[in-house]
């Protein structure tokens, strides 16, 4: 058969990445040119996902070569890796050359990489080939499509989410290569209508007492509130109080009392939205963690997929 006239095959890929990260603590981070690409992953298959192959590779960050511990716990990746990574360049070199042997329209990912990436380039590497900045124009987030056609709307749902309607295990390795791995199965999946649609249910469920709960809350973090020292009010009528004065307070300070009080006062918030079942409306549940915030705690009632 002439080659001319042999039907083009149809690939899909399928791309994760991992990037510098840091926290606030870690002050040698150069945090103007942070979010360097450390790591990429990707999986390539037929129209009929029949996995075609794998590539996987370590980089070598320009600003920020030393890893914050934050960043090697998060990826898993060691100090000894990223020292002998090769650099972007010859990374998506690599990938160019693969998918020029898999071409593909699209590389899928899990989230929008392509502004990351985008970023990555503008401000780390702006002198990287155009070839292979078009690796980068080809990367399409499929999250609203394949929510679309599971759940009938695109919704915000993360990987691990996705993972648990597909009978995989409910994490997000934060390893390039596995989470590329893991779009192609849910990819697989959701398109083969082979998800678990008990699990799918739940899942929707889950979701919408999640985005009810994050509309209603006000207060995102704790207060900070005194707890050595009562202040008067200069407005009291008790006499033996001195108006603006510090006065100390014999039972721990006023943060104890005011907790126990916002405790007591959650308590009763419950039991008076519990219905027969025993279940408190999402919407309480958002104030009283609103409550906690003012305590100076933590909130504890967001909805968890069981």
Request: net charge positive; charged share 30%.
């Given at each position: 058969m002439n080659s001319n006239t042999t039907k083009k095959k149809t690939y899909y890929a399928f791309f994760d990445a991992e990037y510098t990260c840091y926290m606030e603590s870690d002050a040698y981070f150069d945090r103007e040119h942070g979010g360097e690409l450390i790591s990429v992953g990707l999986v390539i298959s037929d129209r009929n996902f029949n996995l075609q192959k794998k590539y996987y590779s370590v980089i070598h960050p320009i600003y920020?070569?030393?890893?914050?511990?934050?960043?090697?716990?998060?990826?898993?990746?060691?100090?000894?890796?990223?020292?002998?990574?090769?650099?972007?360049?010859?990374?998506?070199?690599?990938?160019?050359?693969?998918?020029?042997?898999?071409?593909?329209k699209e590389i899928f990912t899990w989230g929008n990489d392509s502004n990351t990436l985008t970023h990555d380039i503008e401000r780390n590497h702006k002198s990287?080939?155009?070839?292979?900045?078009?690796?980068?124009?080809?990367?399409?987030?499929?999250?609203?499509?394949?929510?679309?056609?599971?759940?009938?709307?695109?919704?915000?749902?993360?990987?691990?989410?996705?993972k648990y309607i597909c009978d995989l295990d409910h994490f997000t390795a934060h390893n390039a290569l596995e989470d590329a791995e893991d779009l192609y199965r849910i990819t697989k999946c959701c398109v083969q209508?082979?998800?678990?649609?008990?699990?799918?249910?739940?899942?929707?469920?889950?979701?919408?007492?999640?985005?009810?709960?994050?509309?209603?809350r006000r207060f995102k973090k704790p207060f900070q509130i005194a707890d050595s020292v009562d202040y008067d009010d200069k407005n009291s009528s008790n006499p033996d109080r001195t108006a603006g004065k510090k006065k100390k307070n014999k039972n721990g300070g006023r943060s104890g009392a005011f907790q126990d009080i916002s405790f007591q006062y959650i308590e009763m918030l419950k039991n008076q939205y519990r219905d027969i079942k025993g279940d408190v409306p999402t919407e309480i549940l958002a104030m009283c963690d609103d409550v906690r915030s003012l305590a100076g705690k933590e909130g504890v009632e967001c909805p968890k997929l069981e």
């Open positions: 920020n070569p030393k890893l914050t511990g934050y960043c090697k716990r998060l990826t898993g990746l060691t100090q000894e890796e990223i020292d002998k990574a090769p650099s972007y360049d010859e990374v998506f070199q690599e990938m160019y050359l693969l998918l020029q042997e898999y071409p593909v990287v080939a155009r070839r292979h900045k078009r690796i980068v124009s080809l990367l399409r987030d499929i999250t609203k499509r394949l929510t679309k056609r599971v759940f009938d709307k695109g919704m915000t749902v993360s990987l691990s989410d996705m209508g082979t998800y678990n649609s008990t699990k799918a249910k739940q899942l929707q469920d889950y979701i919408q007492r999640r985005d009810t709960y994050h509309q209603y």
